[in-house]
């Protein structure tokens, strides 16, 4: 059996509870969720005080929590982390948000450079994507699940297109199409 088989099959008694089969998934797959999570990670910029490795793991303990998902294979499975991966770092976002609003004791930085940007503005921005795809979710499904699946989790158009069941050239035309709803969206 090759890899591809046994992971696919790890998933799916991972799905009827196995949890020795959803640990080998993820020791299997480390590799591929730190490289999601460091794209995810590098799209946020430096926006939360989580590192790859954190990411990873919070990610693994909330599927835990949900349990019982079923992936047809790696591809679902790793397009589903980037999405759990996404959420944590917004939650992460918002909850920096609420101790700037005065949920904790504010952290107070001695900062001699001129010019810095305003405190708080770039989770601002997280913030507007993270909800400018929710908007594209409630519009088109797949275009948001294109955006997740190439800009988070960094699959390829042809692996993209295996996990959605279209064509290459449908998933280009979706991702130039959800591009600029995204673009229009954070404009407002």
Same mark, same amino acid.
């Given at each position: 059996?090759?890899?591809?088989?046994?992971?696919?099959?790890?998933?799916?008694?991972?799905?009827?509870?196995?949890?020795?089969?959803?640990?080998?998934?993820?020791?299997l797959?480390?590799?591929?969720?730190?490289?999601?999570?460091?794209?995810?990670?590098?799209?946020?910029?430096?926006?939360?005080?989580?590192?790859?490795?954190?990411?990873?793991?919070?990610?693994?303990?909330?599927?835990?929590?949900?349990?019982?998902?079923?992936?047809?294979?790696?591809?679902?499975?790793?397009?589903?982390?980037?999405?759990?991966?996404?959420?944590?770092?917004?939650?992460?976002?918002?909850?920096?948000?609420?101790?700037?609003?005065?949920?904790?004791?504010?952290?107070?930085?001695?900062?001699?450079?001129?010019?810095?940007?305003?405190?708080?503005?770039?989770?601002?921005?997280?913030?507007?994507?993270?909800?400018a795809?929710?908007?594209?979710?409630?519009l088109? =499904? +797949?275009?948001? &699940?294109?955006?997740?699946?190439?800009?988070? *989790?960094? #699959? %390829?158009? /042809?692996?993209?297109?295996?996990?959605?069941?279209?064509? =290459? +050239?449908?998933? &280009?035309?979706?991702?130039?199409?959800?591009? *600029?709803? #995204? %673009?229009? /969206?954070?404009?407002?």
């Open positions: 059996m090759n890899d591809m088989a046994d992971i696919t099959s790890l998933l799916r008694a991972a799905a009827t509870g196995d949890r020795q089969a959803a640990d080998l998934v993820v020791h797959l480390y590799a591929d969720l730190r490289q999601v999570a460091r794209a995810r990670l590098r799209a946020s910029g430096e926006l939360t005080l989580l590192d790859t490795t954190a990411l990873v793991h919070e990610s693994y303990l909330r599927l835990q929590r949900v349990g019982g998902v079923e992936f047809a294979d790696r591809k679902h499975f790793l397009a589903y982390a980037a999405k759990v991966m996404r959420n944590v770092v917004v939650d992460a976002v918002r909850e920096r948000a609420a101790e700037r609003r005065g949920g904790e004791t504010p952290h107070v930085t001695l900062n001699t450079e001129v010019g810095t940007a305003v405190p708080g503005h770039a989770d601002d921005d997280v913030l507007r994507v993270h909800e795809l929710e908007e594209l979710a409630a088109d =499904e +797949r275009l948001a &699940q294109v955006v997740e699946m190439r800009y988070f *989790a960094g #699959l %390829s158009e /042809a692996e993209i297109a295996g996990c959605l069941g279209v064509t =290459e +050239r449908t998933v &280009q035309r979706d991702w130039r199409k959800a591009r *600029a709803l #995204l %673009s229009t /969206a954070l404009l407002k």
